[in-house]
């Protein structure tokens, strides 16, 4: 053994503190690696499985915890599980936006003008498969073509997944930085100025920036202008219940939203006035008694079917903004 290797076992021990595993863990650590496809030089492995497993320890106390009622939502190891709190707000949680450009004012609810206690368009066939935008920040992609796939599938009866590749690649001079970084409003932009945007299936995602190749012969959906709500819970329900799917933006800096898995996600420090990560309203509802306070916003996120409720959350509406849901919300007029 060369003497290099030694040294770079020596600085790992030191730089992750623990090289002693749990050996009860060997199974579960090996299956996770292959489920999500992960593989390590043999420096990095003992700095990851060490990150794993914390994220694992980090996992069962909080489960333990909603178990006594002390947190709403469950949470599960995903293939987020070897990073770190830092390194997942790095690479999944990256689009603080600039100012919020508020467009068009809808007009708030009527009194007396009673909207749905329960929406999800899902149901209602708006809504088109979750994907997983992989380790490249394009969800303000997801969320816009999530939203104008909705307002299409009103206006045609067909519902087309819309390519996100094509935003990722096209919005650059516009001020977007592809797979870095992107603002929902410039998305919707391009969308209007350019005057289309091509289907997910002749422009498929890749997950890494490319030279755009827009086509206007395949554009697949055109969209007339687009409307930026006020923050209002209030408006963003009216707009839920009678429009469509709503593109918003969250809070998502907590690795407890990396790992989430069910409830409703009441992570206590989650921000009512900041936002990092770009998602889909689809509908709300409440679960349990309506009375109980336990009302929720169901958003549809760009991480794949493993994470949440298949690729969903359910995030608390109507207590002062949480997860700032209603502070940068838009949608399309086709
Ligand atoms: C979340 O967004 C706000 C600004 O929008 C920013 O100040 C904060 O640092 C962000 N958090 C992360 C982890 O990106
Ligand atoms: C489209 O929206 C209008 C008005 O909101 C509604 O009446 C109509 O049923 C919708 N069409 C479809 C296909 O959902
Ligand atoms: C959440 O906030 C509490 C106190 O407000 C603080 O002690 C804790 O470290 C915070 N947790 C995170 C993950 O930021
Ligand atoms: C819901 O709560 C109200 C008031 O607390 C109660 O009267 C009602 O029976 C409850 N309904 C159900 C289905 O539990
Ligand atoms: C944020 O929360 C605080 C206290 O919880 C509340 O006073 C404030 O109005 C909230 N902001 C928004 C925009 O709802």
């Avoid at 002693?20 to 496809?37: C, G, I, Q, R, V």
């Avoid at 970084?181 to 289907?199: R, S």
């Avoid at 997950?207 to 755009?212: A, P």
Wanted: aromatic fraction near 12%; charge should be neutral.
């Amino acid at each position: 053994m060369s003497s290099t290797f030694f040294l770079a076992i020596l600085c790992l021990g030191v730089g992750s503190g623990a090289l002693a595993f749990d050996p009860s863990l060997d199974a579960e650590w090996h299956d996770w690696k292959t489920e999500y496809e992960k593989s390590y030089t043999m420096e990095e492995e003992g700095h990851r499985r060490a990150v794993w497993e914390e994220n694992m320890k980090m996992i069962k106390l909080h489960n333990r915890e909603n178990s006594l009622g002390k947190n709403g939502f469950i949470m599960e190891m995903n293939e987020f599980g070897d990073l770190t709190a830092e390194e997942f707000r790095k690479m999944m949680v990256n689009i603080p936006i600039r100012s919020h450009r508020k467009g068009k004012i809808i007009r708030k609810r009527d009194v007396g003008n009673v909207l749905p206690k329960f929406v999800d368009w899902r149901k209602k066939g708006y809504v088109t498969r979750v994907q997983n935008q992989k380790f490249c920040n394009s969800c303000w992609a997801f969320a816009v073509t999530g939203a104008i796939e909705g307002q299409m599938f009103n206006k045609t009866g067909q519902l087309t997944p819309l390519s996100v590749q094509n935003l990722v690649d096209c919005t650059k001079s516009q001020g977007n930085e592809g797979c870095q970084w992107g603002d929902p409003h410039i998305a919707y932009e391009y969308v209007l100025n350019n005057g289309g945007l091509e289907a997910e299936a002749t422009y498929p995602y890749k997950g890494k920036e490319g030279v755009c190749r827009y086509n206007p012969k395949h554009s697949k959906a055109e969209i007339t202008g687009f409307v930026s709500l006020p923050e209002s819970e209030d408006i963003l329900m009216e707009a839920v219940a009678t429009i469509g799917p709503i593109s918003v933006a969250v809070d998502a800096s907590f690795n407890s939203f990396g790992f989430y898995k069910k409830g409703l996600y009441d992570e206590p420090n989650c921000s009512n006035n900041t936002v990092n990560h770009s998602v889909l309203v689809v509908g709300y509802g409440f679960e349990g008694n309506e009375t109980d306070g336990n009302s929720y916003w169901l958003i549809k996120n760009s991480w794949g079917r493993k994470w949440g409720l298949r690729g969903y959350m359910k995030i608390p509406k109507d207590q002062n903004n949480f997860c700032a849901i209603a502070s940068y919300a838009h949608y399309p007029t086709v």
